[in-house]
């Protein structure tokens, strides 16, 4: 018997609509809640993802040091077409790249790591 229900995956960034806006031109969906602090994006697929606002925010430092903290992944068909959508909304391909062949590593526009992994349909 579990203890508890999953609802969300959390992430701390300096804007929270903006950080929300390049996740929803990822995945799709719309933003489900909205303060100042904290904003909810439910996915296409029913996951939710909330950005809150945090001014002194320290991004992880992987993978030029330190670990990643928490890392986002996302499948997709293709690598190279998912790393150009990526690209054309603002993420960034992180500088090591263990196993591009089945996954890329990207930062999102704050800093956040997360990862694009070849779905075998």
Not at 44 to 50: F, K
Not at 76 to 102: F, H, I, M, S
Request: include cysteine; charged fraction near 25%.
């Amino acid at each position: 018997m579990p203890i508890a229900d999953f609802s969300l995956v959390a992430l701390d960034c300096p804007e929270p609509r903006e950080l929300a806006e390049f996740y929803r031109a990822i995945v799709g969906g719309e933003i489900v809640k909205e303060y100042d602090d904290w904003v909810e994006l439910r996915t296409a697929n029913a996951a939710t993802v909330a950005f809150q606002r945090a001014p002194d925010l320290v991004v992880p430092a992987w993978p030029d040091g330190g670990p990643q903290q928490a890392h986002l992944d996302f499948d997709v068909a293709d690598l190279d077409e998912g790393e150009w959508a990526v690209l054309g909304v603002g993420a960034r391909k992180a500088t090591v790249q263990p196993q591009p062949n089945d996954w890329r590593v990207f930062l999102d526009p704050v800093g956040h790591p997360f990862c694009l992994v070849r779905h075998d349909s």
